[in-house]
Every structure is written in structure tokens, then in C-alpha cells.
């Protein structure tokens, strides 16, 4: 078994994920690590990229039983050797040190890790630079982005790894989420830095945000399902502010991000309230016919 398995759910990421491996194989740490690709169904040269690096450091595993960045993850841990986890994107970059930083923290008695993050364009241009853990709009437990985040396998193990129902947003809120729930200590690593690419293109952008808020509506139609009424009469009003906003050209990046967080988050609320019904009244038929009455 070794120290650290850095685990990279990845589907077509030939483009970028050269970069990452080069960024990764030059970590400096104590640790003895591994770096696991996990190839969601790519039809690109994901895989034949990850074969060409002589490092044998390099392993790539066959993720692609089903789609979803929440399958990459599971079957890459799976496939893994490390007694502490990292995850990281295939399309950004680790910082210097970021190995070594999450290693100690480790070392230290962490659970649960999450680092920093440097939001990038493309060009390398940097948007915002974030140096924390992140909150849901619904609850109170934070949650490390996916890019740059960790556990140690026995969490991992415990709470059943992540939901592979979660696709395209949340999907790792709802692992942190458990996490909690479980008992489990989820620490910040200052040290610990990746760049992470943003969507420039206004339509990559739009559909990425909507995927996010339709991810939010699943984590409170799973954990809070009471909300999602009172979801759908907040965000409705919201929705329409910032479409206008959007469509007035005021701050369009952000409004646009904006809006489409709150669309998604609004249709798939409904949807998940449409859902409800039906199931309510066939539970409600059950218990009629096999539940003895008092």
C-alpha cells in the first residue's frame, strides 16, 4: 500500500490532462504516491496520453460502465492502492507543494481535506483566487471542491463512497455531506493550491451553472425535502431578477452564472416536487392494504 492516491476522473481531457500529470510527477513529498486516471468512456487520446508517460507511478483504470464524474471517482478509488485519497480534474493544475501540504495534514490527524483554489481562464488569466472551504445554500456543513479534495479510505469505505446519482452539479457536496453526518473532521489545507479552468464561452458557462443549481436541488430534494417548495417560490422571483439583469447587460458574467444557477436550481425542484405525488399516494396505498389498522 502507499502514502497517497491521487485519484483523476476524466472523460476526453487529452487536451489538458498532459499538463496535470507533468504538474503531479513533479510533486516533492516523502509520501510514496500513485496517480490512478480513471477513464470515463473517453473517444479521444485520454487514455493512450496516459499510457505514453514511462513512469510507473501512472496507472489508468476503465471508469466507463456508466457516465458521471462520480463513477471516475468511485472506480479510480477502488482501483487505488493509497491509504489517503486526493482527487483532482484532469483539465486543471496542481500547485507546487500541494502533495506535501495535503500529506501533512494527514500526517496530522485529517479526515477529510480540501485546499484552495485558483479560478483561471483558459490564457491563464486569474479570476479570483479562494482560500477556503465552501458552504451550501441549504445547510451548514462546508464542502471541498472536487478539484482539490481528499479523504482517507476508511471514510471512504464507511459512508459508501460517492452518490453516482449526482451528475453535472453537487456531486461532491453530497459526499461532504455524509461525511459529516458520519462523524468525520473536514480540515482546509492553506498550502494546498490547484488552478482551476473556467468556461469562458457564455454557453459553456450557462449550461455548466445550471448543472450546478439542478446538483443543489437534488442534494435538498435527498437531505431536505421539505425545502423544495419553499425552493421553487424564493428562487422563481430570483430567477426572473437576474434574468433581466442578464438581459439589461449588467455585469454579464456574473449574472449570466447567476441566473442560470437559479434556473436550474428552480426547474429541477419542480421536477423533483412533480416526482412526489405519485409515490406518496402508492405508499399511502400500501400501508392501507398490508399494514394492520389499529
Known amino acids: 500500500m502507499v502514502d497517497i492516491s491521487v485519484v483523476i476522473p476524466c472523460r476526453n481531457a487529452a487536451p489538458t490532462l498532459g499538463r496535470q500529470l507533468d504538474a503531479l510527477l513533479a510533486q516533492e513529498s516523502p509520501a510514496e504516491f500513485e496517480i490512478?486516471?480513471?477513464?470515463?468512456?473517453?473517444?479521444?487520446?485520454t487514455v493512450?496520453?496516459?499510457?505514453?508517460?514511462?513512469?510507473?507511478?501512472?496507472r489508468v483504470v476503465d471508469a466507463g460502465r456508466r457516465p458521471g464524474v462520480n463513477v471516475g471517482r468511485n472506480v479510480g478509488v477502488e482501483a487505488s492502492r493509497g491509504r489517503f485519497i486526493?482527487?483532482?480534474?484532469?483539465?486543471?493544475?496542481?500547485?507546487?507543494?500541494?502533495?506535501?501540504?495535503?500529506?501533512?495534514?494527514?500526517?496530522?490527524?485529517?479526515?477529510?481535506?480540501?485546499?484552495g483554489l485558483d479560478r483561471i481562464l483558459e490564457d491563464g488569466t486569474i479570476l479570483v483566487k479562494s482560500r477556503q472551504l465552501f458552504p451550501s445554500l441549504y445547510r451548514r456543513n462546508l464542502f471541498a471542491n472536487g478539484t482539490n479534495c481528499g479523504f482517507t479510505r476508511e471514510a471512504f469505505d464507511r459512508i459508501g463512497g460517492f452518490d453516482e446519482e449526482f451528475m453535472?452539479?453537487?456531486?461532491?457536496?453530497?459526499?461532504?455531506?455524509?461525511?459529516?453526518?458520519?462523524?468525520?473532521?473536514?480540515?482546509?489545507?492553506?498550502?494546498?493550491?490547484?488552478?482551476?479552468?473556467?468556461?469562458?464561452?457564455?454557453?459553456?458557462?450557462?449550461?455548466?451553472?445550471?448543472?450546478?443549481?439542478?446538483?443543489e436541488a437534488r442534494l435538498i430534494g435527498?437531505?431536505?425535502?421539505?425545502?423544495?417548495?419553499?425552493v421553487v417560490a424564493c428562487v422563481s422571483l430570483q430567477s426572473f431578477i437576474w434574468g433581466l439583469a442578464w438581459a439589461a447587460g449588467i455585469a454579464r458574467r456574473r449574472t449570466l452564472r447567476i441566473f442560470a444557477f437559479n434556473l436550474g436550481l428552480l426547474s429541477?425542484?419542480?421536477?423533483?416536487?412533480?416526482?412526489?405525488?405519485?409515490?406518496?399516494?402508492?405508499?399511502?396505498?400500501?400501508?392501507?392494504?398490508?399494514?394492520?389498522?389499529?
Not at 482527487?87 to 507546487?96: E, N, P, R, Y
Not at 435527498?222 to 419553499?230: N, T
Not at 406518496?280 to 392494504?289: D, E, G, N, P
Open 48 to 58: 493512450a496520453l496516459a499510457h505514453s508517460y514511462a513512469d510507473p507511478r501512472i
Open 86 to 115: 486526493l482527487l483532482t480534474d484532469g483539465d486543471d493544475i496542481v500547485h507546487d507543494g500541494w502533495l506535501e501540504a495535503h500529506y501533512r495534514a494527514f500526517a496530522g490527524g485529517a479526515d477529510a481535506v480540501g485546499g
Open 168 to 215: 453535472g452539479g453537487a456531486d461532491e457536496v453530497d459526499f461532504y455531506w455524509r461525511l459529516a453526518d458520519a462523524g468525520y473532521r473536514l480540515t482546509f489545507v492553506e498550502g494546498a493550491v490547484v488552478s482551476k479552468v473556467q468556461h469562458a464561452e457564455p454557453h459553456n458557462a450557462f449550461t455548466q451553472h445550471l448543472n450546478y443549481g439542478k446538483g
Open 268 to 294: 429541477e425542484s419542480a421536477r423533483l416536487i412533480a416526482m412526489r405525488p405519485p409515490r406518496q399516494r402508492l405508499a399511502r396505498l400500501v400501508q392501507r392494504i398490508f399494514l394492520p389498522r389499529d
Open 222 to 230: 435527498k437531505f431536505r425535502p421539505s425545502y423544495l417548495r419553499v
Open 36 to 45: 490512478v486516471v480513471a477513464d470515463n468512456g473517453s473517444t479521444d487520446g
